[in-house]
Structures are given as C-alpha cells and as structure tokens.
C-alpha cells in the first residue's frame, strides 16, 4: 500500500501553512521534501503522522504504531542513554523485549554507535544525536518511516551515514519522506517534492527535475543589469541566469546544463515571476 | 546594562501568563490568608447527652450550638459521636455530675471550650450542671505536634506530588519530545499514569517515612486501622500527582508550571484546617476549603490516626477525595488527548468510513 497525501491543504489561523500539496510515499523509495524555512515541510509530515489534521485533502497513513517519526525539534531524551532512548521506543511501539535487545544491538553497530551506548544522550556530538534520533525512529522497523530534516547540523560523514541508514531502511521495505534544506544532498533521494511558501513548485525524479528546466540557464561573471538582474542568482564565484525562452549566450556567457539546485531555483523565480506578473508583489 | 534590561522586560512581556500570576498570585494569596488567618472559635457544636441534657443544653451559652439531646444517650454514644466527628464536645450529665468531653484532634476547639467552662461555672447554676469535670480524648495533652504530624504528612505529599511531578510534561515540551510522543502508539491515559508512576512510588516511600518518623520521635498515636489510612493516603496521593501533571500539561515552560503549583499549594496549605480550624473562617473562603484535596486527607489522616475513626465515618471523605480525583483524573487525559494528539481523531472517522465502504 502507498502512503501519502493528496490535495492537502493547512491553515494556521490566517497563515497558509499548505495549499494543495500532494505526494505519494510508495514503499521501497526515499521521497525527499525540499523547499526553504518556512515552505511547509514540516507541517506536511506532521500531517502524514497525524500530528496535524488538515484542513482540506486526505492523507493516507498507517496505524500510529507503524510509523516511525522524527520530529525536527528532537528525536531523543538528553536524560537517557542511547540505549535507554532506544529500549522506550521499542517498548511503546509494542516491540517484545528480546526482539527490542536484538534490534537495539544491530543498530548499533550499524550507525557505529556501539561505543556510546550506555552514554546519556545530552551528552553525544550533534551528529550522533541525529543519528540516534533516526535510528530511535525506525527502531519499530516502521512502515512509514518519516524525518524531519535528519541531516540538519550535521557533518559530512555523519549525513553520509545517515543517508545509508536512510536508504537501508527503504531496502527493508519502508516508505521513507523526508526533508531537508540541502538540495545538493536531496539528489539522492527517488522522488522529490519542491515546496515554496507551501505550494508545490515541482515533483518528480531528481534528473526529471533537472531535465524539465524550461528556457536556458547560463553562467556569468558578473550579475546582470536591469530586468534580467531579477532572473539571476549566484552559484560559487559566478552568477547563474535564466531565460524563460530559449536563447542562446552572447558576449562569452556560457549555458549550462541545470542540475537541481538550478532546477528548484528556476522553479522558485518562475512562480514569483508569474505573482508579480499576475499582479501580486513578490512574497 | 541598559540593552539586558531592555532585553528582559521584552521577554517578561512576551510571557503574559507569567505576569498575570505574578500580579494575581499575591492579590490571592493577601485575600485568602487574610480572611483565613483565624485561631478564633466563634461556634463549638455540641451534642448534650444523659438524664438532665433537656435542662443542661437550655442554659449552655454561646459559643456552644448544641447539635443534638439526647436523655437516653450515654458516654459510650458521645464518644462514638466525637470519633466521627459528628461533633467535638459532648456533654454527658449523669446522677452524679456532669462529664463534657472534648475531641484532642480539634485542638483549638479544644483549648478554647477548656477556657470557656473555667468561667462557665459561674453562669450555669450547679443545681442543673452538678460537679463538671472535663476530659480530653484522643490527644489528652492537647499536643500540637499530634495534630499537625498527620497533616504534615500530607503537606509533605502535597509537595512531591504538585512541584516536582508538574515539571514533568513541560520538560517533554521544551525538550521537543512532546511531538514524539504525539504521534507514539500511546494512550493520553496511558501517558498520565506512566507520567505519575515514578513519583507515587516516590512519595508512598516519603509517606512511610513520615509518618513513621511521627510516631517514633513525635510520639503521634496511630489509633485507627492501616488499612483505611494506606487507602486514604494513595488516594490523595494519586489526586495529588494528578493535579502536578494537569498544571503541567496547561503551563508553557517550567516558571509557569511552578508558580501555578505554588497557586494550588498554598491555599491548601491555608485552607484545609491543617493550620487554621475551617469553622474558624468566614464562610466566602471556607468554601474554597471543601474543594481541595488535603482537606478531605488532613481529615482521613487526623481521624485514622488520632481519633481511631472508623472507614464509616470518614466515608464522605474518601467520597469527596474520589470525586476531585475523577474530576482531575478526566480534565488531565483529556488535556493530553488535545495537546497530544490534535489530529489523530480528526483524521480517524474518515478512514473508518474508508474501511466500512471497502468491507
């Protein structure tokens, strides 16, 4: 069965937290959330968890006891060790004893957190409480196995690590969604979905995205002047900008081809070129 | 200096309900104590009992209210009625003289009726009252430390039970691990009870200790049975650690949740007649005495122990303590089915539809 939510709308008093979002969560895929603060990541995982009823739309989850959730604001008790952490979650999610100590252990030993067991969890680096916050999540072996941001502050080794944990996890059968503000990172997910002010900009394959980039993008050295200055935005050293109509390079610009960074970014500048064509001032 | 001040004075600002209790709690705190502060006896109900109680209640002056007369009544009956504490004094006039029994569990009743009737023979004609002899049951030394262990113990309940156990919920909230916890397969009743579990067993060990600290350096008599005690005190018990997780589950941070327990503390502290006797105080806060918790505990503990009262006899008690344990009990699950699991209902009725339709 697929999770997901279709045409799901959340309204937080006046605010729009949600317009229409849909997203499908087959098991065996990693669906990557990407979007800026505020795009409504979060509030569309905690809708998929129940944490949140929405205003519009359907959300198709399992039973809370088959999902495994890691909140973006913490996953752990910093006054419990690794392994006390581990043990309450397997316990609540009704995960007899000895099976709890075997899962306990093997998990362990494949985040490399063997060592840190009986350590309390205020006590681990950042990027091992992440990835005892991840690991607590799909303790239960989840059916639906959501993350809010699990790779946020976190070093490269770590969000190495946790992408392979990650992407066991959907091996094993889960239906993984999660989010994350790292678009470079997010090209290692199966399926993505763009969010922006909660409105979906785009959804598909990572290389579909970058693939369905309308109009051309180049690279320069300097940003441009006038209209075009608003169609532009820096990359590294250079300045990257995009023609909605296809147009070749003049005066040494050169053409690009859009990964997905520039993919979302396209998205992004396309729909606020399209609010303020319509009328409406940029966000 | 002057950015910090600026700085603090926003954050005071931000949390309102911070400064509404800062402001409302002394105005509570001066209104109840103020009224509530009284050793004064104004009333001493009394039960007249024996062959000339029809002419001995006719001439007991003020401060007696003479409850009952009974001419066919004996001693056996009056000290049944001061054990219940239907009453704390009882006349017993018989052929040969006149015995008034006071109850040494109301200590200031107690004193205050000794006082009265040195300068009562003058008044009551020896004709009609005879020879009066006075005796005290139940605390015969009028102790104070018998009477205030009991309470103590419960005070000491109170404690443990309201200021550490309302920490707990808001700990998970700043923590970040109440949105965990939303979405665990785990009950709202069942998040109560584990929540309080820990801190029962914590404060029955306090509550053992206690009390048998009382007995042993205090020389507290333990009079009534274990049993209807032990049942007294977990009841209490349970209503007390459930008040702590309720201030914990509507405060937003740890100040808040501390100050709203110094809230319910006090004024029990005040007001349940652990200190103050409640027919001392008018009758706009002796109210507030009858829907708190350690009134009804202060009552079951003082009557089990000093007096030796009966399960019977402290029935409305327990009755009452039951009721505001319900009531707590109910408004705390169902704070957590809100603040815990906001959607999980919402989202329930249409995926019951779905599988009804699908059947």
């Not at chain 1, 009986?118 to 639906?144: C, F, T």
């Not at chain 1, 992407?167 to 503000?181: I, K, M, Y």
């Not at chain 1, 990172?185 to 959804?203: I, K």
């Not at chain 1, 250079?238 to 396209?266: F, H, I, M, Q, Y």
Request: aromatic share 6%; hydrophobic share 50%; net charge negative.
């Amino acid at each position: 069965m697929s999770w997901g939510v279709h045409d799901v709308t959340v309204r937080f008093g006046e605010h729009l937290a949600l317009d229409a979002v849909s997203l499908e969560a087959p098991p065996g895929r990693v669906t990557g959330v990407v979007g800026g603060d505020g795009a409504g990541k979060t509030t569309l995982l905690r809708c998929l968890v129940g944490a949140v009823a929405p205003d519009g739309g359907t959300v198709r989850s399992p039973e809370a006891r088959r999902i495994g959730y890691l909140a973006s604001t913490s996953g752990t008790y910093p006054d419990l060790t690794v392994e006390e952490n581990l043990t309450f979650s397997a316990t609540a999610y009704g995960v007899s004893p000895a099976r709890a100590r075997t899962r306990v252990a093997e998990l362990l030993d494949r985040t490399g957190l063997e060592p840190a067991r009986d350590r309390l969890a205020a006590n681990l680096s950042g990027g091992m409480r992440q990835k005892l916050g991840v690991i607590r999540a799909m303790v239960h072996r989840p059916e639906l196995l959501v993350l809010d941001e699990p790779t946020t502050g976190v070093d490269p080794v770590s969000r190495a690590d946790l992408w392979w944990l990650v992407a066991r996890a959907a091996a094993d059968g889960a239906a993984v969604v999660l989010t994350t503000a790292y678009l470079d990172e997010a090209e290692r997910a199966s399926w993505l979905l763009a969010l922006d002010g909660g409105r979906t900009l785009t959804q598909g394959t990572p290389d579909e995205i970058a693939a369905a980039v309308p109009g051309t993008i180049r690279s320069v050295s300097r940003r441009p002047d006038g209209e075009a200055a608003r169609r532009s935005w820096r990359r590294a050293a250079k300045w990257r900008v995009w023609s909605p109509a296809e147009e070749l390079g003049a005066g040494g610009a050169e053409l690009v081809r859009p990964d997905l960074n520039d993919a979302v970014t396209v998205a992004a500048l396309a729909t606020e070129l399209e609010t303020a064509a319509n009328g409406g001032g940029p966000r | 200096m002057w950015a910090m001040i600026v700085k603090e004075f926003r954050q005071l600002r931000r949390d309102r309900r911070t400064v509404a209790l800062l402001v409302f709690q002394p105005i509570l705190m001066l209104v109840v104590f103020g009224y509530a502060a009284s050793f004064d006896v104004s009333e001493v109900p009394v039960n007249v009992f024996g062959p000339g109680a029809e002419r001995v209640a006719r001439v007991l002056p003020p401060p007696f209210e003479v409850q009952e007369v009974d001419e066919g009544a004996d001693r056996a009956d009056a000290e049944s009625a001061l054990r219940d504490a239907e009453v704390p004094v009882a006349v017993v006039t018989s052929s040969t003289g006149t015995t008034v029994l006071l109850d040494g569990s109301e200590l200031f009743i107690a004193q205050e009726t000794k006082a009265t009737l040195a300068t009562l023979s003058d008044r009551v004609p020896e004709e009609i009252a005879g020879s009066v002899e006075v005796e005290v049951l139940f605390n015969p030394d009028l102790e104070t430390s018998a009477i205030m262990i009991p309470g103590l113990a419960a005070m000491i309940l109170l404690f443990v039970g309201s200021v550490i156990t309302s920490l707990g919920v808001v700990r998970e909230r700043q923590a970040g691990t109440l949105e965990q916890l939303a979405v665990m397969p785990i009950r709202p009743v069942d998040v109560f009870l584990g929540k309080i579990a820990p801190y029962f067993v914590v404060a029955a060990v306090d509550m053992v200790i206690v009390v048998l600290a009382g007995m042993w350096l205090f020389d507290v008599p333990f009079e009534g049975s274990v049993f209807v005690f032990t049942l007294g005190a977990l009841l209490f018990l349970f209503v007390t650690l459930g008040t702590g997780v309720l201030i914990s589950s509507v405060s937003q941070n740890q100040g808040q949740a501390i100050q709203l327990a110094l809230i319910v503390l006090l004024p029990q502290v005040m007001l349940s007649g652990l200190i103050f006797p409640l027919s001392s105080m008018p009758a706009g806060v002796r109210w507030i005495g009858y829907v708190l918790p350690l009134t009804y505990f202060v009552d079951i503990a003082r009557g089990v122990m000093i007096r030796g009262a009966s399960f019977e006899a402290l029935a409305t008690s327990f009755l009452y303590l039951a009721i505001i344990g319900l009531v707590v009990f109910g408004l705390a699950t169902l704070r957590f089915r809100g603040s815990l699991a906001p959607a999980r209902r919402r989202r329930e009725t249409p995926e019951r539809t779905l599988e009804e339709a699908l059947r």
